[in-house]
């Protein structure tokens, strides 16, 4: 079950965190693994980990927010493994700001990554998908698109970004599934990477008097959910949302 083998995958901002450990997940199920970010230093570093498990694995610098870059990483992949089956869009960054102070600069640049980019990495990515009538466009989004936004103040932008990556999902979903191609999304809780090491341990405390599940998620934990969306056993499944957040939105 979930076997991968042959199946080639492209994870975006693969240098840590749920990127990482989705890129480790999908090539231990088989696929072979394009890894992406702005750092190349630390994709190197995994590719050769891949590699040292006997799977094959391919480092690309790529900004997510530039077309250019997007289309020679899709291309690259291609010319490497012959095919692109799976997209793990991951890529994104969380900025803080009071809304009333909230600058159109750090607007942009939120949205710019965490939904321009994602537009960008699925497009050209279904454009190969086509060609093989199968593909697997697996989203990262956020318990912050979950319909609560009045709990997730200062993070306006984010918060929009995040909807609107589901928006998406669920749109491609229709337009892509006779193609053969199914996009689902995944919107983690609170998961213990570098973009959640800023937060205090006074308001983790606070984030865990509401979760049932009394602590963080780990990376290991999506990347689950990830090799699920990729596989043949999720045919049926598109234009999904699984939120896997230690039951915060439950609750």
Known sequence: MFDLTGKVALVTGASSGIGRASAMALAT????????ARRLDRLAALAAEIKSRGKEALAMKMDVTIQKEVGAAVAKTVETFGRLDILVNNAGILDYSPFLELTEEAWDK???TNLKGYFLMAQ???REMTKNKWGRIVNIASIASGGVGVGYPMISHYVASKGGIVGLTE???GELGPMGITVNAIGPGGVETEMTRGVTEEKKQSMYARLPIKRFGKPE???AAVVYFASDEAAYTTGATLYIDGGWLAS
Not at 29 to 36: E, I, L, M, R, S
């Open 171 to 173: 749109a491609l979903a």
């Open 110 to 112: 939120v949205l710019d």
């Open 221 to 223: 934990e999506i990347a």
């Open 124 to 126: 050209r990515a279904a």
């Open 29 to 36: 199920q088989g696929a072979k693994v394009a890894v992406c």
